[in-house]
């Protein structure tokens, strides 16, 4: 597959990878499509040509980020070989820079397929949660969290990110 698919034609493209076995049918009204179409707000951490990176609204931990694709798959079972590759730089990017900006002594990236697994919003995405010694993560689903109150940490990361 060619270069990821703008963030517009989310409602309007296949999957990235439509000949996955496991490709089920992509809903582009999904929230993270929502957010890359610019449909619902979000407190953004970083953002190139093939990735957003935001604060999530129930964060599990200080410094919470979720980074989608700009490209229309499920989960990391339906997306390409070649769009993965382009996009996981800008994961590792933000992954190192909210460890940086935060001060973590480490950092914890997760990723899930399919409901089985966890997986709640069905575009594909990876949680960056920056990890201290003794720090429990809340358990998912907890309280939304203002903007106001993510806008901060937000900051601290994207300055790592500039840094």
């Known amino acids: ?5 703008p963030v517009g034609n ?10 996955s076995a496991m490709a089920q049918a ?12 610019g449909e619902a707000p979000c407190v953004k951490v970083f953002e190139d040509e093939t990735a957003l990176a935001f604060m999530d609204i ?9 980074v989608v694709p700009k490209i229309a798959a499920r989960n990391i079972l339906d997306i390409g070989p070649g769009d993965l590759a382009r996009f996981m730089p800008a994961v590792q990017k933000v992954a190192m820079a909210a460890k ?5 002594e480490g950092v914890k990236i997760e990723q899930y397929n399919e409901s089985a697994s966890g997986q709640t ?9 920056p990890r201290w010694t003794g720090v429990e993560l809340r358990p998912p689903g907890g309280p939304i969290v203002a903007a106001e109150a993510l806008r901060p940490v937000a900051e601290k990361i994207r300055a790592a990110i500039g840094a």
């Open 1 to 5: 597959m060619g270069p990821l698919a």
């Open 10 to 19: 989310l409602g309007k493209i296949a999957l990235s990878h439509p000949e």
């Open 26 to 37: 992509y809903d582009p009204n999904n929230i993270f499509a929502k957010i890359l179409r």
């Open 58 to 66: 129930m964060p599990r931990g200080e410094g919470h980020v979720v």
């Open 100 to 104: 940086q900006g935060l001060n973590a």
């Open 121 to 129: 919003v069905f575009h594909l995405h990876f949680h960056i949660l």
